[in-house]
């Protein structure tokens, strides 16, 4: 069972988290649980880095960072007790997430148990800080990245062999983040797949690692609302008879555009900017080129916490192409739908393009997989796309086919 920041934001709600813990394990079952930082306690820890050094020293900010988690957990445990069950809190390292040296965004490489199965047989509820592991390589804590609570919480599943649950502020996966457009419906199941590009396309209620965790170790992904008992939205390998064309419209208003003019127009040049920039762990989306007179320019995105590596990695392909230049643009956003049904209509580009430029919005950039179409454009013009297009595909209606599993 993983808790957000928002569902342990104060003591009234850690109280309640402690309650769902408890009620779960007085049904018979063995828990153990993850919660993140308390509220906005990453983001805090993160400005007051930057506020006391420019470019903080990234072990030690896996030292700050991993500090939120560690407090969340230690006061679910003391409000468990308090209800009259044995709990225990254990850092990501006592916990045994194992994971590789890359601080501020290590992975998962293996859950060592058996702590937390120990605790268990003694009939405690164990709770395992999220977000957070060790590296056996450097001897050093690791964290996850941004949500990453929720990586922790899928590796757990998949190495204790349990289902997983993930509660949040929202009641579930939705057709299009509900703050956005009040009228999106809860999706009773989204397919791996789905989720996949819908978490790398902005939808932030489950983290991207933890979707790709969850398929390949075959854990279904039970989103759920902390403040009800409602079924939210399971995410597995099913495939419906018929698929819904479109599930969702997805948004993402942190992304950079990076354009590089005049790079040298020659076979191999692209891989040697993408071979550096790949190299900085950066995670590279849409990407175009054009070639004038005889020079290329190319532009592609990158989510906001890769710029600096980024910036790193074009300085120094710079240095060794030659003069090339680089713009950065900060005011751009991306809209997407996302849909499995896509792949066998034609026509859905044409109903996006046609709905956005009656609002006369600008189309940027252009990207598509088989069940994405994702237009980069003018950041402060995302909310009234993600209506529109909402509205257009009708996604506030009725699901056509209820799926069953
Ligand atoms: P937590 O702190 O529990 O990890 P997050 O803030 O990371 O929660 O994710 C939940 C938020 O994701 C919601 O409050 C909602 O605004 C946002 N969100 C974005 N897209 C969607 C979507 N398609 N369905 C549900 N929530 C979404
Ligand atoms: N506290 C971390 C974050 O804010 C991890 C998480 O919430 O899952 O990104
Ligand atoms: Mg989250």
Redesign the pocket.
């Known amino acids: 069972m993983k808790?957000?920041?928002?569902?342990v934001a104060d003591p009234d709600k850690i109280r309640h988290v402690a309650r769902r813990f408890v009620d779960a394990k007085r049904r018979g079952l063995n828990v153990v649980g993850t919660v993140?930082a308390m509220g906005k306690t990453t983001d805090e820890l993160l400005a007051l880095a930057s506020d006391v050094s420019p470019t903080p020293n990234p072990r030690e900010l896996d030292m700050l960072l991993s500090t939120g988690e560690r407090i969340a957990c230690a006061l679910v445990a003391m409000a468990i007790d308090d209800l009259g069950e044995e709990a225990v809190s254990y850092t990501g390292s006592q916990a045994g997430i194992l994971t590789d040296a890359a601080h501020t965004r290590a992975k998962i490489r293996e859950i060592r148990g058996d702590r937390i199965r120990a605790s268990l047989e003694q009939g405690k509820i164990v709770l395992v800080a999220g977000f957070q592991g060790f590296s056996r390589d450097t001897m050093e804590i690791t964290t996850l990245g941004r949500?990453g609570?929720?990586a922790t919480a899928v590796a757990l599943a998949a190495a204790l062999g349990g289902a997983c649950e993930i509660y949040?502020?929202?009641p579930?996966?939705?057709?299009?983040?509900?703050?956005i457009a009040p009228n999106?419906r809860k999706l009773p199941f989204v397919s791996y797949d789905e989720m996949l590009e819908?978490a790398a396309s902005g939808?932030?209620?489950l983290m991207l690692r933890s979707v790709e965790l969850a398929r390949n170790h075959g854990v279904r992904i039970h989103a759920r609302s902390t403040f009800s008992d409602e079924e939210g939205t399971w995410v597995t390998d099913y495939e419906g008879m018929e698929q819904a064309i479109i599930s969702?419209v997805?948004h993402s208003e942190t992304d950079v555009v990076f354009t590089l003019t005049g790079i040298p127009d020659r076979p191999g040049v692209a891989a040697m900017i993408f071979d550096r920039v790949a190299g900085a762990q950066v995670n590279v989306d849409t990407i175009i080129q054009n070639v004038v007179h005889g020079r290329a320019e190319m532009s592609f995105s990158v989510p906001a916490e890769d710029v600096a590596a980024t910036q790193g990695a074009l300085t120094a392909t710079q240095a060794e192409l030659g003069t090339f230049s680089v713009e950065q643009n900060e005011q751009l956003g991306k809209v997407s739908l996302i849909g499995a049904g896509m792949r066998s209509h034609p026509g859905v580009a044409a109903t996006m393009f046609r709905t956005l430029a009656d609002l006369e919005i600008n189309l940027e950039m252009i990207s598509t997989s088989p069940i994405k179409i994702s237009c980069m454009i003018g950041r402060d013009r995302i909310p009234e796309a993600v209506r529109a297009l909402h509205d257009a595909f009708a996604l506030e209606g009725e699901p056509v086919v209820e799926p069953t599993i």
């Open positions: 808790f957000g920041g928002s569902s993140s949500g609570t929720d949040s502020d929202v579930g996966v939705f057709t299009a983040d509900p703050r999106a819908m939808a932030k209620v969702a997805t």
